[in-house]
């Protein structure tokens, strides 16, 4: 098993700019992409950002510029550093993780239970 836990949400103005982490923990042997999804009210989870562990990353054309993603990948770690806050920015943020277990062991998906991310003023 393994647990996600997500940090760094809050209320902020538009402008802003929060740095969300998500660090995994648990049975790991390696972790082949890890991404951040978000949900706002009435509308789906939708992929924000992911990165694979050659570090090649890609993003929505919504954040593309403003929502860099980075990996530590001796801490099991992600992050999000997200600029320019806009109002429709506010969602539930998610980290995902593709975990194998083992040596060549098939690939499970993890997710975290969330952070909220709120732009107003």
């Known amino acids: 098993q393994v647990k996600l836990v997500e940090f760094g949400g809050g209320l902020v103005q538009p402008g802003w700019s929060l740095r969300l982490s998500c660090a995994a923990a648990g049975s790991i042997f390696s972790i082949d992409a890890i991404s951040w999804y978000r949900q706002a009210p009435g509308h789906p989870r939708d992929l924000v950002a992911r990165v694979t562990s050659e570090d090649r990353t890609n993003y929505a054309d919504s954040v593309n510029g403003r929502f860099p993603i980075s990996r530590d990948n001796a801490k099991n770690m992600v992050y999000l550093q997200i600029t320019s806050l806009k109002p429709e920015d506010t969602a539930v943020y998610y980290c995902?993780?593709?975990?194998?277990?083992?040596?060549?062991?098939?690939?499970?998906?993890?997710w975290g239970q969330g952070t909220q991310v709120t732009v107003s003023s």
């Open positions: 995902n993780a593709a975990v194998k277990h083992q040596r060549g062991g098939i690939v499970y998906q993890y």
